[in-house]
């Protein structure tokens, strides 16, 4: 076995993901540029799980498993975020997360915030011809009412 | 040559190849599926590397939960079915740095190996990794435990946005809520 | 300390202590009435109280002193320069004080009646009565300090204090435009004149390792030093006494009311001048380059003032330019060194001049005006303000034998010895620019006064509408008062226990005490009298003349082209404007302009480039999620290049 197969192949899935971590804009592209990223990592400790011996045998291995469940961990939360942050802006660009405003844990921009919702809401919803039962301006309406 | 090693560059064109196409399609949806095509080829690597548990492991984890959890965040942000035009950004600093990485990485690790050849293990087995993960790394283990439990909690907490917030909160919340349906029943 | 320098130490004390306490009354309320203002009435008691006081001391004073004498208390030590806390008394210090306290007094009672509410009294005026009359007790406190001070440092806060009186004082008539701006105009020029007075002190104490005048006079200063310190200390004397090339504030300075322009005239202001130099006249007496510029400096005055009050019509600026004049004539004695003639001279100058302005005053309020081309025919409707009017004009004119005459012909006489004979310290040629200066003075001083006296008092009436009439007891008792030292007190110049206090003014060293005059007297009966009476009988005939011509028209008519010149005083004060005010001004704009924009630039320049430095880096660490991200990856790639580079190289 050649070792320098797999390094290469994993180094360059490694700059694939990077560059998909900086040229994609959707969400949802740069958390799948991240996954080849992780898997890059990945290949590249069970690699060398078989190459270099190691004081605790299959310590790549296990550490591969780790990091899949990191990866499992990230992709959570990751997705979460990434729905909040489309059912508060309506978009999941990465260029227009709002850096420049004030946080969202303060009063005036909490209270803002919900309004936003739903004076963006109706126009979205009521563009958007795909709109599903998830919508998130339709969920944050009965709530408001309630 | 060895068999091995034919294998290896044939998966490992495989993952670069769907990869490449992951990054670069204009397909939401097919990029999730190219996503499956170069994970489950890494599985294969695994397999060959003689990992068995991390390959079942990829396939069942990655292949199975995650990228289904990506589809799923597809829909729900409803994406358009097709290709659509503006999921990228200009690509020139992202090729210079993606390029720069990779080729950067694949040229250390070919100056470190060059074409140096390794006898491979025998098949490990679940049982051996079992007892390293459950004898010499069964801290961390625990602590990746709790982990998983406060992502578990911290993914639920953020896509909930009516819990976690004080009572004040709360009624400021319901008031401007409940003035746009007022507005919302007038009009 | 004895009873004499006792008294002499509590002399200033009196009217500082009134005047302090009076400083704390509150003003008088608005509106109400003149016989139920409490404050009023303390103010009035107090400032009258302080006045009377003083005026028992001095008398006390002068009744006690029997011989010089002098008392000191170490006040600072400053590492080899003594500052004393003492009085330095003497027969002259002693006539001076009664001079000062007795025309304080009468200026403090007469404002009783003066500034009242009436037909032409604002409500303003007559609402800060209280601080008015504390500031009088300071001044007149300052002006006896500087009298009986036995400290150059004693003697110069003093001369501040009186400064920052004139200040407050011209300034105190707030309806008048030109009140605030005569009151900054006498405060900065005096100041002008104080630096030099300071640098002289200064430079004098330094050179004797201590402040008291004793020290001072006794020590053996270097020719350089003397001459330095003597024109410096010239400087401060033309500021207060208004001797030319900074007489220019003291014709403004009649926006002032009118008693505190009879005070600052007559007592205290501009006396002070004078006296300084007497009290220091050892020092002078050594450099004849300080006698010789305070000699041309005296004449210049002399004749300028004349010569300016000829054609003004403001009756109170006639006054104040006299004022000049005759200041110009104690300088001139001084100059020719004659101290003794001088003082003389102070002290008839301060009774006929406060006569002369109280008695202008008591005509301003009953006419309204200041103008006297607005007035006339005034002997009728106030025969006692007429009669006591003309004793002033004529004890201002040297007419026989109202006190003027006598002093005026010590002077005079002083002058001649020196133009003559070669007496005294200074050179001959002072002597005679004095003497000629003085002569003509006489004849141009007949002139004017009596042109005052026939616009004022003679010929008809210009404004038919005012009923004069002669001033209420509490404005005419100080007239009269005044009126007997104004006629009488030149007799006191011959020989007699008067003279003998006057010319002990040189106690420290009484071998050079002039010669100048004959020890038995200040006054000595010579052919050469004459001259100046026929001289004041030309100017008097002259004025009489062009009046009995055309009774209605102003005898300064007769003056042509060189009325207007005279009338600005050759046109001094554009002068002034032109090389000082004007660059000053200039100066300030462009230090304003300097400090708004390179100063004021460069600390808001740094604070704005600090802004938009931090404002542009804030804008960096903004930068949108995927820029930051790239930012990042690009640095770990460069550390990574790095690293991998220089380890591999290594």
Redesign the interface.
Known sequence: ??????????????????????????A??V???V??ML?AV??IL??A???AKAL????G??F???V??????????G??????L??MRAS??????P??ERPADE?VP???G??GV??DG?SGVAD?P???G?NPPET??P???? | MTGVDVLLVALGAVAVGSAVLVVATKHLVRAGLYLVVCLGALAGMYLVLSAELVAWVQVLIYVGAVVVLLLFAVMLTRAPIGASDDLDRPGWPAALIGGGVGLGLAALLVDAYRWTKVELPEAGTAERIGEQVFGSWVLPFEVLSVLLLSALVGAIVLSRPDIGRSPGRQSAVDGVDSDGAGRGRSR | MSTTTLLGALLPAVPLVAGLVGLLLPPSPRGAATEQDTARRVAIGLGVAGAAGALALAVALLVSLDGPAEASTTWIDLGGLTVTLGVRLDGSAALVAVAVAAVALAVQVYSTGYLKRGPHDDVDVDHRYPPYAAQISLFTAAMLLVVVSGDLILLLVGWEVMGLCSYLLIAHDRRLPEAPAAAMKAFLVTRVGDVGFLLGIALLGVSAGSFRIADVLAHDHSAGTLTAACLLLLAGVAGKSAQFPLHTWLPDAMAGPTPISALIHAATMVAAGVYAVTRLFPLFEATPVALAVLGVMASVTLLLGALAATAQDDIKRVLAWSTVSQIGYMTGALAVGSPPAALFHLLTHAAFKALLFLAAGAVIHAVGTTLMSRMGGLRHTMPVTFWCTLIGLGALAGVPPLSGFWSKEGVLAAAEGAALHGDGPAPAWVGWLVWLAALVGVAVTAWYATRLLLRTFFGATRTPLAHPHDPPAVLRWPVLALAVPAALLGLAGFPGWFSTQLQRTLPADPEAVSDLMPPDGLIHLTPTVLLPLALLLVGAGLAWAGWRRDAAADPAAALGPLRPVFARAFRLDDVQHTLVVRPTTALGQAARVADERVVDGAVLGTGRAARALGGGLGTLHRAALPRAIAAVLAGALLIGLAAALIGGAA
């Open positions: 076995m050649r070792p320098v197969i797999p390094y290469v192949t994993a180094a360059l899935l490694f700059g694939l993901g990077v560059y998909g971590v900086l040229r994609r804009r959707n949802v592209l958390l799948m540029a996954e080849l898997n990945n290949l069970v690699t799980d078989t190459t605790l045998p299959h310590g291995q296990v591969a498993l780790f899949i469940v990191l990866a499992a961990a990230e992709i959570g939360v997705l979460a975020i990434v729905l909040q489309y059912r999941v660009a990465v260029d227009e997360v850096l420049a009063p909490v209270a803002v919900p309004a739903t004076t109706p958007g795909a709109g599903g998830a944050g309406r709530e408001g009412d309630r």
